[in-house]
């Protein structure tokens, strides 16, 4: 009954939308709530970054148990009842351990959720007709109604709202979770790590480094815009609208992914997102004026969608498919778990010293990158 590619695109598509209306929530508005409840910067910085670390083991095992058994489903709603079950803990007084354990394993969960699910989009994608741009722009939508519907009912009715959506939200993650296609890879027979074989591959390692730096850039801007927002006067609906500015820039991207990735190499693709950031961070660091705020907003569609594409397309093209989850898990690790980790806990401590300034060390991030892609650009651009 499900076999058909329109039917698969709807059901990873809704999928998509529950992921990021819950990371919509969870990004712009639990950091706010932490220090509502008297967290520190450098608290709220320790609590976000513990479900990075968490990620690590939680990626390392899935991804090798998804690729032995060649299916997928069956982990993300694994994963999707560990949110429902974690996300109401939050509304108990915890202390900051209680909380960074809680959060840990429940932001871990989450966040792991959305490489699987584009994972089976790598499946998909060998679907006729399926395009993975138009499909996975829906979560993008998502994020950005998230963003202003809480915009609108935190500034009517206070920050306390965030919990109430955020355990609404983890219900739909798990309801959606359940009606995904049940695609399947052939099982692989690993005598070792399926890890270890991913490594192997030319141009994986230099790949997934890159994007680790280039996502991690973004470590200030996820953990402290909105609060650095809201102490330069900017009113909370504002914000919602900046928020989600940078996410339809980054839906322009997804649209159009078949032409970017037709005239565009891996590497390319990278250059564009490194220039971005080093424009896009050090613009941050200078100003809080609405009108350079806009114009930076709309970088989004490079400091984050073209380096999320970059990655998809290289594994699409290069990673066998009894290899993809484990490929796409352990750039999760690297990306957005240990790297990532790193870079909010040293964004939380940079934010509390020295606010805006901050964004500086993210545009180190950016160059960073490009000295990189200099020195890797070779194997990155192989397949063209």
């Not at 073209?306 to 397309?313: G, K, N, S």
């Amino acid at each position: 009954m499900f076999n058909n590619t329109p039917a698969i695109g709807l059901r990873i598509a809704s999928h998509y939308v529950t992921i990021f209306w819950l990371i919509g929530f969870s990004l712009i508005y639990f950091p706010p709530w932490l220090a509502e409840r008297g967290f520190s910067d450098v608290e709220v910085g320790y609590i976000l970054a513990a479900a990075f670390w968490a990620k690590v083991p939680f990626n390392l095992l899935l991804g090798h148990w998804v690729d032995a058994t060649g299916a997928r489903r069956r982990w993300i709603v694994l994963l999707s009842f560990i949110v429902a079950l974690g996300i109401p803990f939050l509304w108990f007084e915890l202390s900051l351990s209680l909380m960074i354990l809680v959060w840990g394993i429940t932001g871990a969960a989450l966040a792991v959720s959305s490489p699987l699910t584009d994972n089976l989009s790598v499946l998909a994608r060998k679907t006729p007709g399926f395009d993975y741009g138009k499909v996975r722009l829906w979560g993008s939508w998502s994020f950005i109604l998230a963003a202003l519907v809480g915009g609108q009912l935190f500034q009517a009715h206070g920050i306390e709202w965030v919990l109430y959506l955020m355990i609404g939200g983890a219900v739909l993650v798990l309801v959606s979770g359940v009606c995904l296609p049940d695609l399947r890879a052939p099982a692989g027979r690993f005598k070792r790590f399926a890890l270890w074989d991913v490594l192997r591959i030319p141009g994986y390692k230099m790949c997934i480094v890159i994007a680790a730096i280039l996502q991690s850039s973004h470590a200030v801007f996820y953990g402290f815009a909105t609060i650095h927002w809201q102490m330069a006067g900017i009113d909370s609906a504002t914000i919602s609208l900046l928020w989600a500015e940078g996410v339809l820039a980054e839906i322009l991207v997804f649209f159009f992914a078949a032409w970017f990735v037709k005239h565009l190499s891996v590497a390319r693709l990278f250059c564009l997102a490194a220039l971005s950031g080093v424009v896009r961070w050090t613009g941050l660091s200078l100003s809080t004026e609405l009108p350079v705020l806009i114009g930076l907003q709309l970088l989004h569609a490079g400091t984050f969608a073209l380096t999320h594409l970059a990655v998809f397309e290289f594994i699409s093209q290069r990673i066998p498919p009894q290899l993809t989850a484990s490929a796409q898990t352990l750039y999760d690790i690297v990306s957005a778990a240990v790297v990532f980790a790193l870079a909010m806990m040293l964004a939380g401590a940079l934010y509390e010293y020295c606010g805006g300034q901050a964004f500086l060390a993210m545009t180190g991030f950016s160059l960073a990158a490009m000295l990189l892609l200099l020195i890797g650009t070779p194997k990155l651009l192989s397949d063209r």
